[in-house]
């Protein structure tokens, strides 16, 4: 799931844990499923983003902490484009 040396099951607990956390950073209210999809989607985001800073990224802590900077940003910037976009 884009995170080396990271099974698939511990890929989805780091998930929902990381996305339970931007959840809290970000003051959102979100479910168990959408905890678990930005934390993935943060995982990939933050991974992509330590690689091109040059940053490696080794054991749970490590993924914990790079997926929930992303899932946050991801939110972050969901908010920004939500709040510029006028409904009709």
């Given at each position: ?11 989805l ?5 990381a ?26 985001t ?31 910037l969901?908010?920004a484009?939500?709040?510029?976009s006028?409904?009709?």
């Amino acid at each position: 799931m884009g995170n080396e040396g990271m099974g698939f099951f511990m890929s989805l607990i780091v998930g929902a844990i990381a996305g339970w956390l931007a959840e809290q950073f970000m003051s959102a209210n979100h479910g168990l499923l959408t905890n678990i999809i930005m934390g993935i989607l943060g995982g990939l985001t933050g991974g992509l983003i330590a690689g091109l800073l040059g940053i490696q990224v080794n054991g749970f802590i490590g993924h914990l902490l790079v997926s929930t900077i992303g899932a946050v940003l991801i939110l972050f910037l969901y908010r920004a484009l939500r709040g510029r976009s006028s409904v009709v």
